[in-house]
């Protein structure tokens, strides 16, 4: 199975298998000694642990939305083997195209895509190459109206030596983005909550109906492995902006009772926010396709 399906309210949702990459472990989980999250996910012998590029597919009344697209097919040999990119699908493109496919969407069909914020393993599918014209790079959802932070498409403008790695242009430089500022509903029961920390402009994507909710958190809570409020990445820009913003965001998920959905677990793709001992932990979890 390529994706996960459940539903909030009235509202239609999966979870799309889009591939996975595999990252340093000691970067994943910042200042958490080795032998604490080694037992959480365990690395390879270049210690890199296996990630999950799971997106969101919303069925709207509006048409579908996607949050998130992977990291796409453009990248060189060398960039996938350091990465550890495996996300070939059928005809050239992605497991995300080929997941769509098996819910009986083409990439046609998407009438939003939304972008949690612009890093390569989030926005990398936004455009595609296409190998039967040359090379040349197009845009992958050609009817979808694109949706991304201002702050964050500035920031990926204006890149330094700390953050110009996760920001490759080809990504989002040639789309022409509905911007939006802070919280919006964008569409009935699809709003965009900034999560700052992982980056200054960061959004995870609430969807609300029927008086449930689910929270597409992207790089607030990367993993269910970093549910407790310190595990926070060594790739975050202001972790103590994501400490805050996972207390604001624990409160609301927990008397809410959301549930949410891990961008980047390798294994569990949805759960429900409890109390693990003194701290936060998962509960009612549920394992990826
Ligand atoms: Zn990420």
Known sequence: MAYTTFSVGRLRCHLLEAGTQRLDGGAMFGVVPKPLWERRIAPDEKNRIPLALRCMLVEHDDGLVLVDTGIGNKDDAKFRDIYGVENAGAGGRTLLEDALGALGHTPDDVRWVINTHL?????????????????????????????????????????????????????FASIDFRLVDGEVELLPGIRCLPTPGHVPFHQSILVESGGERACFLADLVPTSAHLPLAWIMGYDVEPLVTLETRRRVYARAEGEGWRLCFEHDPVVAAGRLGRVGKGFGLVEPVATA
């Open 119 to 171: 890093h390569f393993d989030h926005a990398g599918g936004n455009t595609y190459r296409d190998a039967a014209a040359g090379g040349e790079i197009r845009v992958s959802f050609p009817h979808a109206r694109y949706v991304v932070q201002r702050g964050e498409l500035n920031f990926a403008l204006h890149t330094n030596e700390r953050t110009a790695g996760s920001y490759l242009p080809p990504n």
